[in-house]
């Protein structure tokens, strides 16, 4: 594992999520989150949605400063909602959520290399199985 994952994984969430004052916009499936009993109501700056209602009207309305996403959903990935973010002008964060990975540093720079425009980072979550707390 790099340092930089590393670090990810001993970093609490609101260490990635500090000096937000907006809406944190959640991309995900959310009727197959529904389907599985996720709670995807709106919460106090959270707010969840496809990647299909991804607009400038929604960007706009939710004051978005942060976009989460996984790493790769059922019906998209990283770089589809990078796309999207690109053709829709955003200049907030957009973190990508997924399990620990290995050689995670090879993602961000692919992303990087093809969004340098996007402030991106991966948000590396611990696999429970292998211990870590």
Not at 3 to 30: C, K, M, W
Not at 56 to 68: G, H, N, S, V
């Amino acid at each position: 594992m790099s340092g930089y994952a590393r670090q990810d994984l001993e970093r609490p969430l609101s260490f990635h999520l500090e000096g937000l004052t907006n809406t944190t916009v959640v991309i995900g499936d959310i009727a197959r989150w529904k389907a599985e009993g996720r709670n995807v109501q709106a919460l106090n700056g959270f707010h969840f949605i496809d990647i299909d209602e991804l607009t400038p009207e929604l960007l706009e309305k939710q004051k978005a400063d942060m976009i989460l996403s996984p790493l790769v959903a059922h019906n998209f990935d990283a770089v589809d909602v990078v796309s999207k973010l690109i053709e829709l002008e955003f200049r907030g964060k957009y973190r990508a959520v997924s399990d620990d990975i290995p050689d995670s540093e090879i993602i961000r720079k692919e992303v990087q290399l093809f969004a340098p425009e996007i402030d991106f980072d991966l948000l590396l979550m611990p696999n429970p199985e292998l211990g870590f707390n």
